[in-house]
Nanobody, 115 residues
Framework: QVQLVESGGGLVQAGGSLRLSCAAS????????MGWHRQAPGKQREWVAT???????NYAVSVKGRFTVSRDNAKNTVYLQMNSLKPEDTAVYYC?????????WGQGTQVTVSS
């Protein structure tokens, strides 16, 4: 069982930055992949970014060049650095982990970008 707790969300003006954190209840060293998804009001949840156990990263086109995903195995934490934020980035951001055949999700953290 893996518990994920996100933090770092909030209200920011367009063009600003936020850093989200996702703390895992277990060592993330052997977690296959961890990443971030988001869900805006009235829309389906969408994938944002992934980082694998060997540090390979991948990003959705909409955030590439603005967001950076990273991991600190010693702290069992994954981060999402979000720069040049836009109003369309407003959503609840969810941390996710893939361990074996199971997917785990955090409870989400709200990010609101004002224009």
């Amino acid at each position: 069982q893996v518990q994920l707790v996100e933090s770092g969300g909030g209200l920011v003006q367009a063009g600003g930055s936020l850093r989200l954190s996702c703390a895992a209840s277990v060592s993330i060293f052997n977690i296959n992949a961890m990443g971030w998804h988001r869900q805006a009001p009235g829309k389906q949840r969408e994938w944002v970014a992934t980082i694998t156990s060997v540090g390979a990263t991948n990003y959705a086109v909409s955030v590439k060049g603005r967001f950076t995903v990273s991991r600190d195995n010693a702290k069992n934490t994954v981060y999402l650095q979000m720069n040049s934020l836009k109003p369309e980035d407003t959503a609840v951001y969810y941390c996710a982990a893939v361990l074996g055949a199971r997917n785990y999700w955090g409870q989400g953290t709200q990010v609101t970008v004002s224009s």
